[in-house]
């Protein structure tokens, strides 16, 4: 193995105690409505009227999935007068990723 028993209780220790970012992000992604919001933001910004549209419920519920994927890091939004805009944030995933990859390599 690449990893010595220390080094693998070191890897894990880390991504346990005080990841509150990871577990935002994976909460964020756990509810299939939020994951259909990212996939809409992928292919470019939108209003939350847009992004709204598709989901038979009503708007403040809405905008809780919103503030959920905010809180988690994976949206940004931007108030210009009247409309709010929302985007993915660059590099949201990178957390998620490098815990997949740790993970991947202990159980390899």
Known sequence: SV??????????????TNNRELDALFASLADPTRRAILARLA???ASVTDLSRPFPMALPSFLQHLRR?????LIETEKTGRTRLCRLRTGALAPARDWMEAQRLLWE
Do not use: N, Y
């Not at 990893?3 to 346990?16: G, N, T």
């Not at 994927?69 to 890091?73: I, P, S, T, W």
């Open 43 to 45: 292919h470019g910004p």
């Open 69 to 73: 994927l905010e809180e988690g890091g």
């Open 3 to 16: 990893f010595s028993c220390r080094d693998r209780r070191a890897v894990i220790l880390r991504f346990m």
